[in-house]
């Protein structure tokens, strides 16, 4: 059963992945800080993303802009004019909706079948006891709500010390628009030849009106985004160029997101209508996982035309444009935008993740993460913490494992609680020092110098020397299959998972 968002959010405050924002002066509703095992699934999240799309592609380069741009960016890409969502107010209690999303939340209903009793009506559905539909506010049940006003979604700000209209700017609502203004800068100083791409990770900022859902949909988030620029007179296999990208990147998107995890059944592809196009595209796809809430966009990819070089070099006088050797003409490229959240790719492999199961009777939580997204990949465990020897071999391991990896040491409980913290974290392996490995100086008994390694998923284990470990742990965590790795590896007797 996939877990509720409840579910995924304590767990993701008791284990240190997010905090509210600001708790301790009752939060602020809609940010979210990423903890010590948040950060660093966030950082693998985005590492993974960026070698896999930019690191070993020849034909990527990355950006790093900044948040603040000039304000003209925001007239030529027509976010001052369009970006905004329609908005409505309650006349009673004055809480506000975004109108498109207010049959999307359960509402309030004073029932005239029941003598005016209260009830809160899933979203969507009708009252059971009069069959009315909802009409009024869905929070207060009272209010007749306003007609819809667009209401603008980009956070304004002054820059400098004088606060006046020439001095307005906004932080940047998405990244996509540094990659245009520098289209050229990128182009001259790489000498790259079309089609080419440029992918950059960032916080972007939206005003949102109705914030919500965990980090489904904030105020302040991270994308990872690319503008791939294709020649729009080329064609490939007879298909033009920019159809064919298209359809390309929004395959080698969802091959990603299988790759490190998501489900077949829980990943699907939805093409955006006509009328529901941004003013920019020419053809949209959304990729759509099945969270907690239902399916959901977790990312897009657009197909933006030559709309925002064009744009820019109008509001900007400067030419935006590709010399086409083989045609001696200068064209203005054609871009497909494949743009992800950082936040929501998260929630998802953390959704998809979650498993409850029950071993030997009891239930063990565990977040299956692939291996190179989990936030620790190895926890180094002493059988027996008050054995000198043991905790000095195993602080030793972790150190030596920490040169590649995140790794932890912990000691703070029984082998088998400490077993099941780690499942609950999504640590793939973990490493246990015991008696046999040390020996026991006391009756002359010289150790084995072997340590038992767990696998998160089949909870199996095996014995390998010490100086074997980190080979082990590179095989393992590039991929290669726990049985792959275990054959021929003897298995542990008496497991140090009983013993807890
Ligand atoms: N440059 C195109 C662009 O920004 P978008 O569909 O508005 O397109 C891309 O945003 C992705 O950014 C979304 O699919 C989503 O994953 C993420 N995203 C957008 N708004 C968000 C918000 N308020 N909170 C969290 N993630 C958001």
Not at 4 to 14: C, F, I, N, P
Not at 42 to 56: E, G, I, L
Not at 411 to 432: S, W
Not at 478 to 499: F, H, I, L, M, Y
Request: hydrophobic content about 40%.
């Amino acid at each position: 059963m996939p877990p509720t968002m409840d579910v995924l959010v304590s767990l993701a405050k008791r284990r240190g992945f997010v905090f509210q924002s600001s708790e301790i002066y009752g939060g602020t509703g809609s940010c979210w800080d990423y903890g010590p095992l948040g950060v660093e699934l966030k950082n693998n999240v985005k590492r993974v993303w960026w070698r896999d799309f930019v690191q070993q592609r020849a034909d990527m380069v990355g950006l790093d802009a900044s948040i603040l741009m000039h304000p003209m960016v925001w007239k030529a890409s027509g976010h001052l004019d369009h970006f905004s969502d329609p908005m409505v107010d309650c006349r009673e209690c004055r809480h506000r909706f975004r109108a498109d999303h207010v049959d999307a939340v359960p509402w309030t209903h004073y029932c005239p079948a029941t003598k005016e009793n209260r009830f809160t009506i899933p979203a969507g559905e009708p009252c059971r006891h009069c069959g009315a539909r909802r009409t009024l506010c869905p929070d207060c049940g009272k209010g007749a709500l306003t007609e819809p006003r667009p209401f603008h979604l980009m956070f304004k700000t002054f820059m400098g010390s004088v606060e006046d209209s020439a001095a307005v700017t906004y932080l940047r609502p998405e990244t996509a628009q540094a990659m245009f203004v520098n289209f050229d800068n990128v182009l001259q100083s790489m000498r790259l030849k079309l089609p080419f791409g440029i992918a950059q990770v960032g916080r972007s900022f939206r005003n949102e009106i109705t914030p919500g859902n965990f980090i489904f949909r904030t105020r302040e988030f991270e994308q990872m985004e690319i503008e791939f620029f294709v020649n729009p007179s080329d064609t490939v296999d007879g298909r033009p160029a920019d159809e064919y990208w298209h359809d390309r990147w929004i395959e080698d998107c969802l091959a990603w997101f299988r790759r490190y995890g998501l489900r077949d059944e829980a990943l699907r592809l939805r093409e955006h209508d006509k009328d529901e196009l941004s003013h920019y595209s020419k053809r949209t796809v959304d990729i759509e996982y099945e969270f907690p809430i239902g399916w959901s966009e977790l990312m897009g990819i657009a197909n933006r035309t030559d709309f925002d070089l064009r744009q820019h070099a109008q509001h900007s006088g400067k030419a935006l444009t590709y010399f086409d050797e083989e045609r001696r003409q200068h064209v203005t490229p054609y871009v497909v935008e494949p743009a992800a959240g950082v936040d929501r790719a998260l929630l998802a492999f953390m959704a998809d993740a979650y498993r409850e199961e029950v071993v030997r009777g009891e239930k063990r939580v565990v977040l299956r993460f692939h291996p190179e997204l989990a936030p620790v990949k190895v926890a180094v465990l002493p059988l027996l913490k008050k054995r000198e020897d043991i905790v000095r071999t195993a602080h030793a391991i972790r150190a030596d494992l920490a040169r590649h990896w995140r790794v932890v040491y912990d000691d703070t409980a029984a082998i088998g609680r400490l077993y099941r913290r780690q499942d609950e974290v999504g640590t793939p392996y973990c490493v246990t020092v015991d008696v046999q490995t040390v020996g026991d100086a006391g009756k002359a008994e010289r150790g084995d110098g072997r340590v038992t390694i767990r696998d998160r998923d089949s909870m199996e284990q095996i014995r390998v020397p010490i100086d074997e470990v980190v080979g082990v742990f590179t095989r393992l965590i590039a991929g290669e299959a726990w049985s792959q790795v275990a054959a021929g590896r003897g298995a542990t007797g008496d497991p140090p998972e009983a013993a807890g």
